[in-house]
């Protein structure tokens, strides 16, 4: 399996949402990305998560977070083991008190709730060689969940709390 880390979500041509994953050893893949389409609230759970900004109420990948850790679970790693006519699948696998346990997940929620448990993400090799492209050929543009993220982000970084006050 390579490491990858998550680069960045975007809107591909067809305005559909992209998590670019990227080899975390350069050598392993060379300046390849692992494009998986994801929806737009898996996009923003993942935007949030990456960029550590805190949402004013929490996402439901937050609340499965705060239940994992409330039941001594965490999270050991996600791995896209493989892709099936296009369809890309993943395990998630949790470190409990009764052992290591591993469960079938979208990689877009494998993703968001390894994210917030800075877990590695793992990707088979033959996914990588099926689906992988040139980080050259992935034309991308930010998508309006990443802009947002980052205008929060702006807000909370000028916000005066006396700003609040009557």
């Known amino acids: 399996m390579i490491r990858v880390r998550v680069v ?18 350069a050598d392993a893949d ?12 898996e996009a923003m759970s993942i935007l949030v998560a990456v ?14 977070t705060a239940i994992l850790g409330e039941l001594s679970a965490t999270v050991a790693r996600v791995e896209i083991t493989h892709l099936d006519d296009g369809t890309f699948y993943a395990r998630l696998v949790l470190d409990t008190p009764r052992g290591q346990r591993s469960f079938d997940a979208r990689p877009s929620d494998a993703i968001a709730l390894g994210a917030r448990a800075d877990a590695p993400i793992w990707v088979a090799e033959a996914v ?6 040139p980080a050259d050929d992935v034309d991308v543009q930010p998508s309006p969940e990443e802009e947002r993220v980052r205008e ?6 000028d916000v005066d709390p006396d700003d609040f006050q009557g």
């Open 8 to 25: 960045g979500v975007a809107l591909d041509p067809a305005q559909q949402h992209v998590i670019l994953l990227s080899p975390l050893d």
């Open 30 to 41: 060379g300046e390849r990305v692992l494009p998986v389409w994801i929806g737009p609230q």
């Open 51 to 64: 960029e550590n900004t805190p949402p004013p109420r929490p996402l439901a990948h937050d609340v499965m």
């Open 128 to 133: 990588f060689a099926e689906a992988g492209v």
């Open 152 to 157: 929060f982000r702006r807000f909370l970084d």
